[in-house]
């Protein structure tokens, strides 16, 4: 039987996913992206080398790994062969011979970036906080039909007329509101050699995916971006355009939902939350200096857009629904390190909205503005963790803090990190994670 494994963020994305990725990626034949683009920002630190991905599977920087950009991935080959570049000067070679695009990907065009800040723009007070990359708009021409998928994009022809109808209707857009027009044969240009760049690197993943798993090879598959942003089941509108969930993993590589072995949830000790929209548990006006803390001990600036990370408490009754909507079989706590300094630590188990206790987790942004978190309070430990790679040396006030929230979340924990080298893991014996990893 073929193992196939999908990670999630359980939150609002950087929970470090890309340490856990990372040190799964070495036991997995494939490694591959379902959903999002550029937008992500996964951080990988491999002895004193760090790295930092966005479109490329972690598994690059493993020797032997066959990484996949699926279907439902929205792919800018700029930032493709930037990255790639990037890559290349730091000793890993992406080439076609381990790095897959599928050919029904769809491709991010220089109009999409330009309409990302014309929308922005337009929203004003009420703007998403993007990360300006073009993801959205090139999910809208994705679902109207107009969208260039990468297949089409290698027959020039196709790509040209693609280019100027849908500029058209871009122009008058990004002209409306007062940015500069795009012109149809500049933007041809630009792309027509990027896409010839790209050609060697397209396939069709799906019939890879399929096959790879019929022989029996391992897969991981490796979201981005995070729950609470899925377009579906997050905090709409502040969310991505894509399905980040367990379940837009099928979606996005072409594999039957009978395929997937298991699903790993990846649970920050605190919660982050980038760009704009609700966010219950952040630590403000009286907290805020508790909230810088954490966001300089946990490095919490935006690894794609150098933004600051809003910081806030761990939010149980979030991570709860998480848990529910992707069916997590075990749970990677990270971060654990970035809580030692703090006297006590406070965990939300419920949200309160207008005096009553509620029992599912809210669809409307402005009831998620206006609950009140139902806080716990447990008592900190006050001494380093970090480094620490034993669960039974952790000090115990931090292991109960651990099982409090493997408590709360119902779901067990398979790994705790302690710090941002691989070496820096507990792996708990036994788990459902510790068997996937063949331990
Ligand atoms: P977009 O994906 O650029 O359209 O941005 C939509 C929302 O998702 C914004 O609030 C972004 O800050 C957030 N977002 C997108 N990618 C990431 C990520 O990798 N980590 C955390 N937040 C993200």
């Known amino acids: 039987m073929s193992k196939v494994i999908v990670v ?19 036991r997995f034949d494939v490694v591959a ?55 290349a000067e730091q000793g890993i070679s992406v ?98 050699p990027l896409i010839e760049r790209l050609s060697p690197f397209i396939a069709d993943t799906t019939l890879f995916m399929n096959r790879a798993v019929r022989e029996g090879r391992s897969v991981l598959i490796e979201g981005a971006q995070a729950t609470l942003l899925d377009v579906d089941h997050g905090t709409y509108p502040f969310v991505t355009s894509s399905c980040t969930t367990a379940g837009g993993a099928c979606m996005g590589t072409g594999l039957a939902p009978q395929r997937i072995s298991g699903v790993l949830g990846i649970v920050r000790t605190y919660t982050t939350r980038v760009g704009e929209g609700p966010f219950p548990t952040e630590m403000l006006e009286a907290e805020d200096e508790l909230g810088q803390l954490i966001r300089e001990r946990g490095r919490e600036y935006g690894a794609s857009t150098g933004r600051p990370r809003r910081c806030g408490w761990f939010d149980a009754f979030a991570t709860r629904y998480a848990a529910e909507i992707n069916g997590f079989d075990s749970v990677a706590l990270t971060k654990l390190d970035v809580l030692d300094a703090l006297d006590e630590v ?22 998620l503005r206006d609950v009140e978190p139902v806080y716990e309070t447990l008592p900190g430990w006050k001494t380093s963790t970090e480094g620490v790679t034993e669960l039974d040396r952790l000090p115990a006030k931090a292991r109960a803090y651990v099982e409090f929230i493997s408590r709360q979340i119902g779901v067990p924990i398979g790994i705790v990190s302690t710090g941002p080298e691989r070496g820096q893991t507990i792996l708990v014996r036994d788990s459902a994670l510790a068997g996937w990893l063949g331990d």
């Open 8 to 26: 999630i963020g359980a939150q609002w994305g950087d929970e470090g996913k890309g340490k856990i990725v990372d040190l799964m990626a070495e």
């Open 95 to 192: 080439t076609p011979a381990r790095v897959l695009i599928s050919s029904r990907a769809h491709l991010i065009l220089p109009y999409h970036r330009a309409l990302d800040h014309t929308s922005e723009e337009r929203l004003g007070n009420e703007r998403v906080g993007t990360t300006l990359r073009g993801i959205g708009p090139a999910y809208e021409d994705k679902a109207g039909r107009r969208g260039i998928r990468v297949a089409d994009a290698v027959v020039p022809e196709v790509l040209r007329s693609r280019i100027e109808r849908n500029l058209e209707d871009a122009n008058r857009i990004i002209e409306a509101y007062g940015g500069q027009a795009l012109d149809a044969a500049q933007v041809f240009d630009e792309m027509s």
């Open 346 to 367: 406070k965990v939300c188990v419920g949200y309160r909205l207008a005096g009553r206790e509620l029992e599912s987790f809210p669809a409307v942004s402005k009831d």
């Open 33 to 87: 992206r379902y959903q999002g683009g550029h937008n992500a920002g996964h951080s990988v630190q491999v002895g004193e080398r760090s790295f930092v991905l966005h479109l490329i599977p972690s598994g690059i920087v493993h020797e032997g790994k066959t990484c996949v950009l699926g279907n439902g991935m929205v792919i800018d080959p700029k930032a493709f062969f930037q990255e790639a570049d990037r890559l």
